[in-house]
């Protein structure tokens, strides 16, 4: 599903040169659940940003489903990521002026889809995640946990091939943060759905297939979890 081949990326930052990424080989599999962790500045979400395309790299190679990344034109690119990946963030990224459904219809309508079909399939998704009931409320008259279930709507309304996830329980108790990974776990196991995700938190890695740990640009551990971890 996806493969990563001695990827380089540095950054000039304060008159230095930061090499984030040093040559990493990184590989995962489509129905995968992969964690990556490393202490803040080790290069884990400068390796998401790269391997979605979010983000440009300075040697190496990125394949999704086999399809190299680099030799993509800007438009290409993009239209690949609407059509081939989904996206969870941290904070949530919900537009403020949209109810639930039109912020999880918004990107089948940006590539094209006929409104009355998107909004039947942001539904679907709605009731998928379980917030049925979001759909005609905005962000703020949610809690943060309903929203992070909308934009984990979100990011499958395409039916993606993956759904990269980066700290997607950062900003939640702990309480509402095992409920987001209880949905993920069950989405990956139900649906075959593809995640990669950056957490800080050992918890939520446990629950994933494997974990991959960074340290200064490189991957340092990349190990299976017990079956148990997943299972919560």
């Known amino acids: ?18 090499r984030a990424l040093r040559g990493v080989d990184l590989a995962v599999r489509g129905g995968e659940m992969v964690a990556i962790m490393g202490p803040s500045g080790c290069g884990k979400t400068t390796l998401l940003n790269v391997l979605s395309g979010l983000d440009g790299f300075d040697a190496g190679e990125v394949l999704i489903g086999g399809e190299p990344i680099s030799g993509m ?17 941290q904070t949530y990224n919900l537009i403020p002026v949209l109810s639930g459904a039109e912020n999880v219809e918004l990107p089948l309508l940006v590539a094209g889809a006929k409104p009355k079909d998107a909004r039947r399939r942001a539904l679907d998704a709605l009731e998928m995640v379980g917030v049925p009931e979001q759909a005609n409320k905005r962000p703020n008259e949610m809690s943060g946990g309903q ?17 990269w996830a980066d700290e997607p329980t950062g900003a939640l108790d702990s309480e509402t943060s095992e409920e987001i990974v209880d949905l993920l776990v069950g989405l990956n196991r139900d649906r075959g759905q593809t995640f990669v995700l950056v957490t800080h938190d050992a918890s ?26 997943r299972d919560g």
């Open 1 to 18: 599903m996806v493969e990563a081949r001695g990827l380089e990326k540095s950054y000039p930052t304060g008159g230095a040169t930061v």
């Open 147 to 163: 929203q992070q279930r909308v934009t984990v709507a979100r990011s499958l309304v395409n039916d993606p091939a993956i759904v």
């Open 73 to 89: 034109s800007d438009r290409r690119r993009t239209r690949f990521r609407a059509e081939r990946m989904g996206f969870v963030f």
């Open 204 to 229: 939520v890695a446990r629950r994933a297939h494997r974990t991959v740990r960074m340290r200064d640009g490189v991957i340092v551990d990349d190990a299976p979890n017990g079956a148990g971890d």
